[in-house]
C-alpha cells in the first residue's frame, strides 16, 4: 500500500513534469559533487598530486595535527567574537527598526541591504583605505595629535573580525528583525500593567521570546564565518587563518583534494550539529532560511 | 446625558474629567466625564469603534489623553508609568507570557514587587483556588483551554491585589455556555474581593447581568450611566433605545396647540397620531417615542389618542414568546411580544398598535443637546454671533464630529 503514492498515473504526469528540473538540478548540481567530496575524502594523493582511489582515514587523523588544530581554534574564535558583536550591533538596530515608522523602517532596511549590491570585495579594500597605515584613520589620529606612529590596524585578528561583522551583519539582523515584528506587543503591556519598568520587561519577556531569532542569527553568521576566506585573506593578510583559508588553500595550491574534502566535511558536520541544536531548541527550518 | 443618580454613598476612585482623545484627526473619546465608585461593578458598553478600549486604555496609562484629566484617588495620572499605578488589567487575548509556566505568569506581578519568596507561592496558591485552577501551576499557557487561560489572566491580575480591575472584552473569545458560567464567576469574584472592576464588553446582555452600573458609549460620547435597569427601562437617548434590547421608536412632533387636559403628549408621527408622556418640550422638536415590544399593545379597533394602523406581516415563535411584526402605513415595522399562552393575529389582519403611557420613554438623539444649544446663539446678518450666550463650545463642536 506504501507504493500508492508513488504509482504514475495520468494525474502524477504533469506533476513529475513539474518537479522533475528542480529536482535534476539539485541531484546534478548538489547531491552529485557533495557526494564526491564525501568519497574523495577517504582517498590519497599521487606523486603529482592525482587523487589515488583508494581507502584512508589518515585524512581525518590529520585533522588532529597541532597546526590543523590551532587553525580550527582561530577561525572558531573569530566566528565566536564575529557572532557576538553581530547581536550587540544587530538587536537595537532590529528594535528600532520595529519600532519606527514605516517610512525610517525603509529606509533603514535599504540602508542596510543597498551595500550588498555592490561586490564584496570591493568594500573589503575599502577598509583598508580606512585603516591601513597610510589610511585616513591613521592619518587623522596622528593630524590631531593622538599618536605619532601609524597603529596597525589591518592584518590583525580584530581586523578580521571587523571585516565579518561588516559582511554578515544583514543576515544577523534580519531573523532578529522578523521575531521582533511578530512579538505579540500586549505581552509587553502586559509586563508594564504588572509593574516591570522597561529594563525588567527586557529581561524576563522580550528577550526570551525573542531569543530564537537571535540564535537563527547566530547559525546564519556564524557557519558562513568559519568559511569566507577571502575576508581573512583582506582583512587578516594570511596572519589569521580560518577553516576557509585551510580549505581554499588544499585546492588551489597544496593541490591536496582529498584532504580538503575531509576539512569540507568537517565544516559541514559542525553547521549540521549547530542546525540541530537550533531545531532541538524549538527553532523552525524556515525562519533560518526564509527571511 | 451626563445625569448620575446621587452617589450611593461610596467614594469615587478614578474621576474622568472632559476628557478628549484624538488619534491624528480621529476624534476617539470626545468631552467624557465619569466617576468610577469604590467597590462597584462598571460596564462600559458601546458598539465597536466607540472608543471604550480607548478609554480602558487611558486608565491603564497605555494611551495618553488629549485633553482634560484623569484623576486616581484624586491624583492626576498624567505622569504615571502603567507600572507605578495600582491597577491591573486583563486583555481581551489574555497576554499570557508564553515561556513562563502558570505559577511564574501568576507571581509575575508580585516578583516586580520584590515580595518575598514565600508570601509569593502563598498568594499564588490561593488566588489559583480562587479561580479554581489548583494544580495546574506547572503547565504552560499553550497546555490550557480558553476558558482556563481567561482564569489565569484574571488570577496574573487579582494576586497584586489591585485597586482597579480593567476587564477588556475577556469574555469575547469564549463559547456562549463558558461565557455564562464566567459571568457569574467574575461577579461572583468582584463581591468577594471588594474590588472596583471597569469592564469593557460590547455585549448588551453581559453588561446588564453583571453590571452594578452601565456607561453607554457610542462614536466617542458617553450617552449615559446608570444601573443596567435604569438603561433598560429609562433610556436616555435614541441611540441607547435602540442599542439595548429591542425597542419600536416613533419619531414624532409635538401636534400644535396640544391641550395637556388629559396629562399626556399627543404627538404627530409619520404612521398616525400616539400618545406619549408629557414633558418639557420644545417648538417643533423632534422626539422619539420608545416602546418595548413587550409593552406594545393592538387592538382591533382604534384606540383613543392614537392612529397608528397597521396589517400583520408574520408570527414568529420563539419558545418563551411569540413575535408579531405588524407594518405600519408608513412602512415601518412594529415588534409586538406576546407570551406563549397568548393567540397572536393571524396573518393580514388590520389593527391599530397602542401602549399605555406610562410604559413609554421619550428619548432624544444626542445631537439634539447641539441643536438646542446652537438655537440660542443669536446671529447679526452677518452670520456672526452677537450674543455670546454661557455656552460650552467645545462640548458642542465635539458633539458635531461624527
Redesign the interface.
Known amino acids: 500500500m506504501l507504493f500508492d503514492k508513488t504509482k504514475f498515473t495520468s494525474k502524477t504526469v504533469p506533476l513529475f513534469v513539474m518537479v522533475s528540473p528542480a529536482t535534476a538540478w539539485l541531484v546534478l548540481l548538489i547531491a552529485i559533487p557533495l557526494l564526491y567530496i564525501f568519497v574523495i575524502s577517504f582517498c590519497s594523493t599521487t606523486e603529482s598530486h592525482n587523487i589515488a582511489f583508494s581507502f584512508t582515514l589518515k585524512n581525518y587523523i590529520k585533522l588532529f595535527d597541532r597546526t590543523i588544530l590551532s587553525i580550527y581554534w582561530n577561525s572558531l574564535s573569530v566566528s565566536v567574537l564575529t557572532a557576538v558583536f553581530c547581536v550587540l550591533i544587530a538587536y537595537p538596530f532590529a528594535y528600532i527598526m520595529v519600532k519606527t515608522s514605516p517610512l525610517k523602517r525603509t529606509l533603514m532596511m535599504v540602508g542596510l541591504m543597498l551595500p550588498f549590491w555592490t561586490n564584496s570585495l570591493i568594500r573589503l579594500y575599502s577598509w583598508r583605505t580606512l585603516l591601513g597605515r597610510n589610511g585616513y584613520v591613521n592619518d587623522f589620529l596622528i593630524y590631531i595629535g593622538v599618536i605619532n606612529e601609524p597603529i596597525e590596524m589591518m592584518f590583525t585578528r580584530s581586523a578580521v573580525v571587523l571585516g565579518m561583522v561588516y559582511t554578515l551583519l544583514p543576515f544577523m539582523v534580519l531573523p532578529i528583525f522578523a521575531v521582533i515584528d511578530k512579538l505579540d506587543k500586549t505581552l509587553i503591556e502586559a509586563s508594564k500593567d504588572l509593574g516591570a519598568n522597561f529594563i525588567k520587561t527586557f529581561c524576563y519577556v522580550i528577550l526570551p521570546l525573542t531569543a530564537p531569532g537571535i540564535f537563527a542569527g547566530v547559525i546564519m553568521v556564524f557557519i558562513p564565518s568559519l568559511g569566507l576566506f577571502f575576508v581573512s585573506d583582506l582583512m587578516g593578510g594570511g596572519n589569521n587563518q580560518i577553516i576557509g583559508n585551510l580549505i581554499s588553500r588544499q585546492f588551489k595550491e597544496a593541490f591536496n583534494w582529498p584532504f580538503g574534502a575531509t576539512l569540507s566535511i568537517m565544516l559541514i558536520a559542525i553547521t549540521i550539529f549547530l542546525v540541530r541544536v537550533y531545531t532541538k531548541k524549538g527553532g523552525k527550518l524556515d525562519e533560518l532560511g526564509a527571511v | 446625558m451626563e445625569k448620575e443618580p446621587e452617589p450611593s454613598g461610596t467614594n469615587s476612585v478614578i474621576e474622568i474629567k472632559n476628557v478628549d482623545k484624538f488619534y491624528g484627526d480621529n476624534h476617539i473619546v470626545k468631552n467624557l466625564t465619569l466617576s468610577i465608585r469604590e467597590r462597584e461593578f462598571l460596564s462600559i458598553l458601546g458598539p465597536s469603534g466607540c472608543g471604550k478600549t480607548t478609554l480602558l486604555r487611558m486608565l ?3 494611551e495618553h489623553h488629549t485633553k482634560g484629566e484623569i484623576l486616581i484617588n484624586g491624583e492626576s495620572i498624567d505622569d504615571k ?3 507605578k499605578r495600582n ?3 486583563v ?3 489574555y ?5 513562563m509556566t502558570i505559577y511564574s505568569n501568576i507571581a ?2 508580585l516578583k ?2 520584590r515580595v518575598k519568596k514565600d508570601e509569593i507561592e502563598k498568594r499564588v496558591i490561593e488566588v489559583l483556588a480562587m479561580v479554581r485552577l489548583e494544580g495546574f501551576e506547572n503547565r504552560y499557557p499553550s497546555q490550557l483551554s480558553g476558558g482556563q487561560k481567561q482564569r489565569v489572566a484574571i488570577a ?2 487579582i494576586v ?1 491585589n489591585p485597586q482597579v480591575l480593567l476587564l477588556d472584552e475577556p469574555l469575547g473569545a469564549l463559547d456562549m455556555k463558558l461565557r455564562k458560567q464566567m459571568q457569574i464567576e467574575l461577579k461572583r469574584l468582584q463581591r468577594k474581593l471588594g474590588i472596583t472592576f471597569v469592564y469593557v464588553t460590547h455585549d448588551q446582555e453581559e453588561a446588564l447581568t453583571m453590571s452594578d452600573r452601565i456607561a453607554v458609549m457610542n462614536r466617542g460620547v458617553l450617552e449615559q450611566c446608570a444601573p443596567p435597569s435604569d438603561i433598560y427601562e429609562k433610556p436616555g437617548t435614541k441611540f441607547i433605545a435602540d442599542f439595548i434590547g429591542e425597542s419600536n421608536l416613533f419619531e414624532s412632533v409635538v401636534e400644535d396647540g396640544s391641550d395637556s387636559t388629559d396629562g399626556n403628549a399627543h404627538l404627530f408621527s409619520e404612521g398616525g397620531t400616539l400618545l406619549g408622556k408629557l414633558e418639557q418640550f420644545e417648538e417643533n422638536e423632534l422626539l422619539y417615542v420608545c416602546v418595548r415590544p413587550e409593552k406594545t399593545l393592538y387592538s382591533l379597533a382604534s384606540v383613543d389618542g392614537f392612529s397608528l394602523c397597521g396589517i400583520v406581516r408574520e408570527n414568529i415563535y420563539l419558545g418563551n414568546v411569540i413575535k408579531t411584526i405588524v407594518v405600519l402605513t408608513n412602512g415601518q415595522e412594529v415588534k409586538i411580544n406576546l407570551s406563549p399562552g397568548q393567540v397572536p393575529p393571524a396573518i393580514e389582519t388590520v389593527l391599530y398598535i397602542y401602549w399605555n403611557v406610562k410604559d413609554c420613554v421619550m428619548v432624544r438623539t444626542i445631537s439634539h443637546r447641539i441643536f438646542t444649544e446652537l438655537e440660542k446663539v443669536k446671529l447679526n446678518e452677518y452670520g456672526e454671533v452677537m450674543e455670546a450666550e454661557p455656552i460650552n463650545k467645545e462640548e458642542v463642536k465635539s458633539q458635531e464630529a461624527p
Not at chain 2, 95 to 99: D, E, K, N, S, V
Request: charged content about 10%; proline content about 8%.
Open positions: 491603564a496609562g497605555f508609568e502603567p507600572f491597577i491591573n488589567t486583555f481581551q487575548n497576554a499570557l507570557f508564553p515561556h509575575y506581578g516586580m514587587k496574573r491580575a497584586n
